[in-house]
């Protein structure tokens, strides 16, 4: 089977990396893809919201499935755009994506399905928002309702601060996405993420992993997109991951189902796990990036196989198997990172991929010969072990491997878990 790949991150070279082992798949296309995915897959020029243009590469090239990374084209209705052609497509559609493009409408949702979440007020006006605040207590959390490039969300101290933020998000700082303001209670706990394929109807639970969201050793500092993964995520028990298919993943399904928007892809769902139990923070319609790359690593079931199934709402036909192993990914990111990075360093692979680990290309490009960062995120760093302790020093010794003077990452990923590694040996 031909397959097209979009999609140009560390997540889509790892999905590109794991579908060209499929003994199914024939031809990898990718568009735009990256010098890591131009290994496995040929580079093609296509601009996903372009959908005339996507459809019509599909039918020239008779590709038999579509795999959609990021959620910007599954918020724009992509996948519809292929499903109305009959191109079996990874994701979900337009209607179904809003789980990830509109946080007022996962809120409604998780109240009409009785879901386990924060308690919220959507709000369209300042004046509201400000009003509104006075049934929560500090911290406040605030989230622009739209897609804000994962900066849409903030936890203010007090309520000065919160009345700021409000104004800030209300007077355009995250455009479109900021005209409704969802307010919620602040939730304490621990975060995990959950991972599960649905075609609709049948769910096949896809693995659990737990991510650094800030840039610096600690979790202190700026967020980011992630400076680093590991999976399973083993505060996620057997038990938890129970409630959390029951509670969660099962109610939000049947309810998408129900109300004529069936869910079809990935639901990566964000916890937290309170003294309660589980609680959902956000669901988003696409693989985490980088924790998809650590899912990667230890899947051992053909992807190829498991999404064209998903595509085609044969899910119940298959299951995914994961190794029994650890897999962490350490982001390797140029300096300046969440601001403004250093493009264009250079960078000097050696033999990191040696003894397993599995270097993939997040924001890199080839210049005059040279392979040279090109984004904020720019590697991450992959190896597997029997546990995190393990699995961490395997990765670290494939980023010691690594010459990119520009660069920095974050020596500590895994430290919680690996602490209670520590507990658990004594
Ligand atoms: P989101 O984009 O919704 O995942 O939010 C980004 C981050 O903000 C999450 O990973 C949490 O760390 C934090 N956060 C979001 N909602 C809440 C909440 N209700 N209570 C506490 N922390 C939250
Ligand atoms: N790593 C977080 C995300 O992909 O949203």
New binding site residues.
Partial sequence: MNILLLGSGGREHALSWKLAQSPSCTKLFAAPGNPGIAEDAELVSLDAADHDAVVQFCKDREIGLVVIGPEAPLVDGLADSLRNSDIPVFGPSKSAAQLEGSKGFTKDLCELAGIPTAGYVRTTSLDDARAALDRFSAPYVLKADGLAA?KGVVIAENRQDAEEALADMFGGRFGEAGAEVVIEEFLQGEEASFFALSDGVNIVPFGTAQ?H?RVGEGDTGPNT??MG?YSPAPVLTPELQARVMKEIIEPTVATMRAEGMPYSGVL?AGLMLTSKGPELIEY?CRF????CQVLMMRLDSDLVEVLHACAEGRLGDVGAEFLDETAMTVVMAAKGYPGTPEEGGAIDLGHADANGAKVFHAGTAIKDGQLVANGGRVLNVTATGANVTQAQANAFRAVDAINFPSGFYRRDIGWREIAREKEGAL
């Fill in positions: 994962g991510d969201k997109g992630g993964a990566y988003n985490g990036d980088p924790e």
